[in-house]
């Protein structure tokens, strides 16, 4: 599709409310993109399905989000805080019943009451405070994005956060709406809620009615909970992790079906982090997102996913074969990088290898016609723009597109490596590739941007530089952790041997053991005879919760039993609600009297008497962004001295060797 098409697309969409066919919206596509006509039904409909952008209908049609959601009613539950200083900031509580492409404070609501039923519009004023205080008004948009939507509330803020990209301004202000009058007119007291309705949903506008404290029963709310609990696990089924926590949301809405669309209900708030027992926050790479409590999303493979465009041209379908999911727009900023290095003309050879090396690093390659394909449209591009191009009209955004696309190349070079090599992937820090995956698809998307003779406010500017200092920052984390992690594979296989070749019982093994719902491992080297009954003890100790007993849910006595049938990753449960999963890596070569031992790992466990994963993540996070009470709540729960972060290898052996009789080689 083009980009005048995809506009279209997306014009359409805004604006239809009724069910439509694939017809139905190539129909209004044409009237303004007719190009490319042959394949625009199929384009389209690969558009609409793999970026989840309308619900699926039966009879091969779908509906819109504006078609889904206007005119629903949902709840918003205003905290005592907001209630003592007349003020409701709006933030993410709207998810999914507003435009996305609006920002929060862009809303306009309307007050029912008894003597204005026809509703009047509330106005703005602003609130003061650090910024921490308003973060949790935005964590549904995913906890890492809180502090941008903060920023982009008002110029002010981006200017605040833009000083300094690694620490918060100590102050900031945001829209919030004036409720003075409102509150006390209607005695509005903590506990009370708002019944919100959608009146346009494009534009971001919204009705709100007083509920009273009470007004509804335990039956009621509890039926929209299963509803809820029901419409994410079946988003799951049907999206995985989703590309954003505001998708996510928007189809458990959907599929949580007519009930979880009206009255009674709860707000999404009080679902996610009070009450479910069932769906979590979890880590997913650099981002995060809902997920089945205790356990993990599963890992990626390579960097395909996150920008992987359904409907590619053949420059674009050359490169997402070779690993570099990109539209031509970033290979274009790539050109517009080379000009502004000034490494030539087009008549020298050198400048077209230099750019080919950056869009495909050599580790990745591209020979033969594919490389002759893409080669002659960089040169052609490459003709196009150095006729009209100017070093200074350019100099604000250069500096910025060579830092990014330099990121770019080393992301694309490390997973073809990471790729490429023998390295068996459960050693890899978790999510390699996902990280890997957000950082391309960020970097892509600054590099989109910046192809363009057109310089962006000197703001957006700032904010795309500590953008990239904050994605290289965590690149060259996750590479020193993979380079770690490549060591320690090295070392444990310099040994390494076939089974074959072995005695029985002198084989030996690497297993990690995870803690699910956590980032918590071990990484242990032990006897392939070894039983479960001793890997039960064993997982007992490093987690130093020996009164728990666990449930291992397969067949086999021993570590090499397990293998042999091909089961090289496993999980088990450990109480309640603590699932453990424990993975089969190599064969490991142990010298004579060798004992079993930790060998890597991260993370401090969590005592053994908190109540599963979600509510161990709920007491981690108090520490990091609660206020002073929730910090109390959970130093009681998680003890006064615990460290999150806190592994040590020698008290880890310590409780190995104290705590069991483990065999030696």
């Known amino acids: 599709m083009t980009i005048n098409q995809e506009d279209a697309l997306y014009d359409f969409l805004e604006n239809v409310t009724e069910p439509f066919t694939l017809d139905d919206i190539c129909a209004f596509v044409r009237l303004v993109g007719p190009k490319r006509s042959s394949r625009l039904s199929a384009e389209t409909a690969s558009f609409i399905d793999t970026r989840h952008i309308a619900f699926p209908l039966e009879g091969k049609r779908w509906i819109s989000r504006r078609g889904a959601f206007e005119r629903v009613r949902f709840v918003i539950n205003p905290t005592r805080l907001e209630i003592a200083n007349g003020i409701l900031i709006p933030g993410h509580r709207c998810i999914p019943f507003a435009n996305p492409v609006l920002l929060p404070h862009e809303y306009r609501f309307r007050w029912i009451g008894k003597d204005m039923p026809s509703g009047i519009e509330i106005p703005y004023t602003t609130a003061e405070s650090p910024p921490e205080d308003f973060y949790p008004f935005f964590t549904l948009f995913g906890e890492e994005y ?354 074959t070749e072995t005695p029985e019982n002198s084989s030996w093994r690497v297993i990690q053991i995870s803690l699910g719902g956590t980032d918590i491992w071990r990484r242990l080297v032990l006897p392939d005879s070894h039983t479960l009954a001793e890997l039960d003890a064993l997982i007992r100790s490093i987690f130093n919760w020996n009164s728990e007993e666990l449930v291992f849910n397969i067949e086999g006595e021993t570590i090499g039993d397990l293998s042999r049938k091909g089961l090289n990753e496993f999980i088990c449960e450990i109480g309640a609600k603590w699932t453990v999963k424990i993975i089969i890596l190599s064969w490991y070569q142990a010298k004579p009297g060798e004992r079993v031992r930790c060998v890597a790992g991260a993370g401090a466990p969590p005592p053994r008497f908190i109540d599963g994963p979600l509510r161990f993540r709920r007491y981690i996070s108090a520490l990091e962004r609660g206020n002073d009470g929730e910090r109390r709540l959970a130093l009681n729960e998680l003890g006064r001295d615990y460290d999150p972060e806190g592994f040590d290898i020698d008290s880890c052996n310590s409780a190995i060797y104290s705590g069991n009789s483990f065999g030696s080689g």
């Open 146 to 499: 809180a502090p941008q939507y903060v920023a982009r509330d008002n110029p002010e803020n981006e200017e605040a956060f833009n000083g300094d990209p690694f620490e918060d301004p100590p102050e900031v202000s945001i829209h919030a709406l004036d409720m003075r009058s409102i509150y006390r007119e209607t005695s509005f007291v903590p506990g009370d809620h708002f019944a919100v309705t959608t009146i346009n949903w494009k534009e971001g506008i919204f009705e709100l009615e007083r509920v009273g404290a009470g007004a509804w029963t335990k039956t009621d709310l509890d039926s929209w909970t299963a509803a809820a609990e029901e419409g994410f696990r079946s988003s799951f089924a049907y999206l995985g992790p989703g590309s954003s926590t505001e998708e996510q949301i928007a189809y458990a809405y959907w599929f949580g079906g007519e009930r979880m669309r009206r009255l009674p209900a709860l707000t999404m708030e009080d679902f996610l982090y009070e009450i479910t027992d069932h769906i979590e926050t979890v880590p997913y790479g650099i981002e995060t997102r809902f997920w089945y409590a205790g356990k993990d999303i599963p890992d990626r493979k390579d960097l395909e996913g996150v920008r992987s465009l359904p409907d590619r041209t053949v420059i674009e379908e050359i490169l997402y074969r070779r690993g570099v999911p990109i539209s031509e727009y970033v290979v274009q900023s790539f050109v517009r990088d080379a000009l502004y290095r000034d490494e030539g003309d087009t008549v020298s050879g050198e400048i077209l290898d230099r750019i080919l090396g950056r869009i495909i690093p050599p580790s990745v390659g591209l020979n033969g016609r594919d490389k002759e394909y893409l080669a002659d449209y960089v040169l052609e591009v490459l003709k196009e723009f150095e006729e009209g191009y100017s070093h200074f009209a350019d100099h604000g955004m250069g500096a910025i597109r060579q830092r990014v696309g330099e990121l770019h190349t080393v992301v694309v070079e490390l997973a073809a490596k990471l790729q490429k090599s023998d390295m068996d992937p459960s050693w890899l820090p978790k999510h390699t590739f996902v990280v890997l995956s957000q950082i391309q698809g960020h970097a892509a998307s600054i590099l989109e941007d910046l192809d363009t003779d057109e310089r962006p406010p000197y703001s957006e500017l700032d904010a795309m530089d500590n953008s990239i200092d904050s994605m290289i920052e965590t690149y060259e984390d996750v590479r020193d952790l993979i380079n770690e992690a490549l060591n320690n594979f090295r070392k444990s296989n310099i040994s390494l041997w076939q089974k």
